[in-house]
Nanobody, 127 residues
Framework: QVQLVESGGGFVQAGDSLGLSCAAS????????VGWFRQAPGKEREFVVG????????YYADSVKGRFAITRDVAKNTLYLQMNSLKPEDTAVYYC????????????????????WGQGTQVTVSS
């Protein structure tokens, strides 16, 4: 069982940067696929970025490519999302997610593919 705890959300202006963290407890992320999703009011949860923990391979949604970056600290068992050049349309509750995976070449983009979720953290970008 994996418990995920996110932190780092907040209120920023358009063009600002913000970083999110997702700390895992219960077991390490080894042999897991991890990712960040977001959900705006009245919309479905959408994929932001995914990573294969073992080899660090990544895949980004087109809407955030070039602006967001996912990184990991293996020693701390923590996942990060650095968000730059934020836009009002990035406003949402952001969730980290994880699932076991023995296919490092495959990035899961559907929310239903993930078994473990954080509690979510609000990111609000004002124009």
């Amino acid at each position: 069982q994996v418990q995920l705890v996110e932190s780092g959300g907040g209120f920023v202006q358009a063009g600002d940067s913000l970083g999110l963290s997702c700390a895992a407890s219960g077991r390490t992320f080894r042999n897991y696929a991890v990712g960040w999703f977001r959900q705006a009011p009245g919309k479905e949860r959408e994929f932001v970025v995914g990573m294969s923990w073992n080899d660090g391979s990544q895949y980004y949604a087109d809407s955030v490519k070039g602006r967001f970056a996912i990184t990991r600290d293996v020693a701390k068992n923590t996942l990060y999302l650095q968000m730059n050049s934020l836009k009002p349309e990035d406003t949402a509750v952001y969730y980290c997610a994880a699932r076991t995976s023995f296919r490092p070449e495959y990035i899961y983009i559907e929310p239903s593919a993930y078994d473990y979720w954080g509690q979510g953290t609000q990111v609000t970008v004002s124009s």
